[in-house]
């Protein structure tokens, strides 16, 4: 663990980020091939893998691509990216949505020992998902801070829109290799410093396939802090400015290797109007892309 992080650390043409390098590893860790067990076993015994070779977490093929937002957050802020690209090439001739989505946040969360299991005090909460259009809100209303909003939202990051079955077993190398990432833990409960999904959806259930991956749909992503009582309190006494720290990753990936969904989603940030830049590398440039900001506060 400590040489990939050493490695990415070389590699990564910048100043020292811990959390990237943190959620890079996450993000492509992998459970091994062999055996059976329950989700909570796996979370339980070997947490979110063991990850991949630096190569391997660095270097993106034609038919994925890893976007990365690496930002912080003020308490009562958010970000909300409305019509978020995504590849056309994924809709299938049913119609539907087919491919495969791996979402890791990362954030260095305010601690406060005093408050013993609650010594977590901030958090980042993320959902990624569909929606049928953007609708202009009335701002005038005390709970609306932004003047478009998603219509029909819904984050797919959400373990009851997906068969129980296939997050239950660790299968074999003979299912594919993403039977051994993938990940859908409950750990949406608030205050969790690591977070991981890793979904296929092939894997979700009928009934919400039609309701939530029709091609015609549009996507989006909201981010938000969450802060508990006990440190909002204390910051109203200090005059302290509560804010949070992440880095979120975000891989699209055609299963079936064909679609071009590294140049899909890259022209559409292009058309956008996305600003992003490669993640630089010493002496070269890897095939991931981070997403710089789109912030509707």
Not at 104 to 119: A, D, N, R, W
Not at 127 to 150: S, V
Request: proline letters at 3%; one cysteine or more; a negative charge.
């Amino acid at each position: 663990m400590a040489r990939i992080a050493t490695e990415l650390n070389y590699l990564l043409d910048g100043d020292f980020d811990p959390l990237l390098i943190k959620a890079m590893m996450v993000h492509n860790a992998e459970y091994p091939s062999g055996g059976k067990m329950s989700m909570d076993s796996k979370k339980k015994f070997m947490g979110f893998g063991m990850p991949l070779g630096t190569r391997d977490i660095l270097y993106n093929s034609e038919n994925e691509i890893t976007l990365v937002l690496r930002d912080s957050l003020q308490k009562g802020t958010f970000i909300q990216i409305l019509d978020f690209p995504f590849s056309d090439s994924l809709i299938g001739a049913d119609g539907f949505y087919h491919g495969q989505i791996t979402l890791t946040v990362v954030s260095s969360p305010i601690l406060k020992p005093s408050e013993g299991p609650e010594y977590c005090q901030s958090d980042i909460k993320v959902a990624f998902g569909t929606m049928d259009g953007i609708l202009e809100r009335d701002t005038t209303k005390r709970t609306i801070r932004n003047e478009y909003g998603a219509g029909d939202a819904k984050n797919i990051m959400n373990d009851s829109l997906y068969s129980s079955k296939y997050f239950d077993v660790l299968k074999g190398e003979e299912d594919n290799s993403f039977a051994r990432e993938r990940t859908l833990l409950k750990l949406g409960d608030k205050f969790y410093p690591v977070k991981k999904y890793a979904v296929n959806f092939d894997d979700m259930t009928d009934g919400n396939r039609s309701k939530y991956l029709l091609g015609n749909r549009k996507w989006y992503m909201k981010v938000e802090t969450l802060f508990r009582d006990a440190i909002e309190r204390e910051a109203k006494e200090t005059g302290e400015i509560l804010e949070q720290e992440f880095c979120i990753l975000l891989t699209v990936r055609d299963q079936s290797g064909k679609a071009p969904v590294y140049n899909e989603i890259t022209r559409q940030l292009q058309e956008k109007g996305f600003i992003y830049s490669n993640v630089q590398l010493k002496n070269e440039v890897r095939e991931q892309v981070r997403v710089r900001e789109e912030n509707d506060d």
